[in-house]
Structure formats: structure tokens, C-alpha cells
């Protein structure tokens, strides 16, 4: 289990990065939380959702679809959630590899973690 609630699989570990593939049940959201040392770098394999992510002034929310790949900058809050009626999977590449507990940091995001998400915005 990643540290947003999200289930992880650690697919690779190197000196340089690691990568790991994410996933939510359909309609499930994650908790929000900042990355304390790495970027993390996404690719959204299978699934429909939404991604909110802030930096400094700078809020936005992405359409989260198969074949959109994303960066997540060290520092910036970020949330995502699944569709009510799909899963979403995600490969991330993390820079440098993942340090362990400690390195994601529970943040305010626009969401409440856990239930089904309103489907508005949503398809």
C-alpha cells in the first residue's frame, strides 16, 4: 500500500530511480500528500479519472486516460482518484529511486479520501 492509499507494486529498483505500478478501484480517491525528495514521472496505463496537483500559485486538474504521462515535481501537493465505474493503473518512474517511509507527506487536497467520487467531471 503506497502512502496516498493507493496499491503499489515495486517493478524495479536502480541507483539512478525506481518504477512502480499504481492502482485504484473504481471510484476510489486517494489522500493527498507532497513528495518530500523525488519526482515522480506518470504514465496512465488502463482506466479513467482525475489528478489535482498545486505548486506554489499554480492548481490545476488533469484528465487522467490511457496514454497521458504527467510529472509530479518534488514538492507539489497532489491528489487522484478513479472513476466511479473503472479502475485506474499508472506506471510512475520515481527520481532518484524511493527512500522509503517518511518521503510522502499528508497534504490538503480538494477531495475526501476513500469513497466513490462525485462522477461530474468524470467519464
Known amino acids: 500500500?503506497?502512502?496516498d492509499g493507493s496499491t503499489v507494486r515495486v517493478l524495479l529498483r536502480m541507483r539512478g530511480?525506481?518504477?512502480a505500478r499504481?492502482?485504484?478501484a473504481a471510484g476510489q480517491i486517494s489522500a493527498a500528500?507532497?513528495?518530500r525528495s523525488v519526482t515522480e514521472i506518470w504514465y496512465?496505463?488502463?482506466g479513467c479519472g482525475e489528478l489535482w496537483r498545486r505548486q506554489a500559485s499554480h492548481e490545476?486538474?488533469?484528465a487522467l486516460e490511457p496514454g497521458i504521462c504527467?510529472?509530479?515535481p518534488c514538492g507539489v501537493h497532489f491528489q487522484f482518484r478513479a472513476a466511479p465505474d473503472t479502475p485506474l493503473a499508472?506506471?510512475?518512474a520515481t527520481l532518484p529511486p524511493w527512500p522509503g517511509d517518511g518521503e510522502a507527506a499528508r497534504v490538503d487536497g480538494p477531495w475526501t479520501p476513500g469513497g466513490t467520487p462525485p462522477a461530474r467531471g468524470i467519464t
Open 90 to 92: 499508472v506506471i510512475a
Open 70 to 72: 504527467l510529472t509530479l
Open 44 to 46: 496512465v496505463l488502463e
Open 60 to 62: 490545476e486538474i488533469v
Open 1 to 3: 500500500m503506497a502512502p
Open 33 to 35: 500528500v507532497m513528495h
Open 17 to 19: 530511480g525506481s518504477m
Open 22 to 24: 499504481f492502482e485504484l
